[in-house]
């Protein structure tokens, strides 16, 4: 996938609404694979709605969401899971881990599915992201950090043209959160991929090619 288009795009909640400002909704945008977008948003202006259009888990918008000129709402779920498992990337702001396995049990899920990394290869990434000691802990017993850093490589063990962060490093300090840019952009970099990173403030500290505003 090469380019992903919104196109006169906005919530229906929105829809309404005579004062939208933004660079994204009822506007013409354009992400395109191999580049970085920060999209910065207020709380409360569908940060997390767009990441949903976009991951196909959400249909409630007007306007045309276009993947590589193909309009989505025609896709139906065996695309979308196709998409989902070659194409696109995603690190909720919700997580979305299970807390009764272990940070390992997490990330060997979408592994065993798609056989992309090594066992010595996320070992490693525990590692870089000093969570190692924490490989055979459950996540309900982790921080809300440590647990943020599990999710980034789960995300990271599969092929994707667009890799996307919502509010990746909210709960993580200046080191962690660079030692996670790092990865991401080593990462991204490998697969020619762009990197899509959400915030309502605190951002990692990435040269973006273009930040948005919704």
């Known amino acids: 996938m090469k380019e992903i288009r919104l196109q006169s795009v906005v919530p229906e909640i929105f829809a309404e609404r005579n004062d939208i400002s933004s660079d994204i909704w009822l506007t013409d945008a354009i992400l395109e694979r191999g580049k970085s977008y920060l999209i910065e948003a207020a709380s409360g202006t569908g940060k997390s709605s767009l990441c949903s259009y976009l991951y196909g888990q ?112 909210s709960h993580l300090d200046d080191r962690n959160s660079d030692i996670m840019r790092d990865i991401v952009l080593r990462e991204a970099r490998a697969q020619g991929a762009a990197v899509v990173a959400t915030s309502i403030g605190k951002h990692m500290n990435i040269d973006y090619d273009k930040t948005l505003r919704l």
Not at 102 to 130: C, D, M, P, Y
């Open 58 to 169: 959400r249909g409630d918008y007007r306007g045309l969401i276009s993947f590589d000129g193909e309009d989505v709402k025609g896709y139906n779920i065996n695309h979308w899971c196709d998409i989902r498992q070659h194409n696109i990337s995603i690190l909720f702001q919700d997580l979305r881990l299970f807390g009764e396995l272990t940070a390992l049990e997490n990330v060997e899920i979408k592994n065993r599915i798609t056989k992309h990394r090594s066992a010595k290869q996320i070992e490693a990434w525990f590692e870089e992201l000093g969570i190692s000691d924490k490989l055979h802990s459950r996540i309900d017993r982790m921080s809300y950090g440590q647990q943020q850093r599990v999710a980034l490589i789960r995300a990271l063990c599969q092929s994707y043209d667009f890799l996307f962060l919502d509010e990746p490093i």
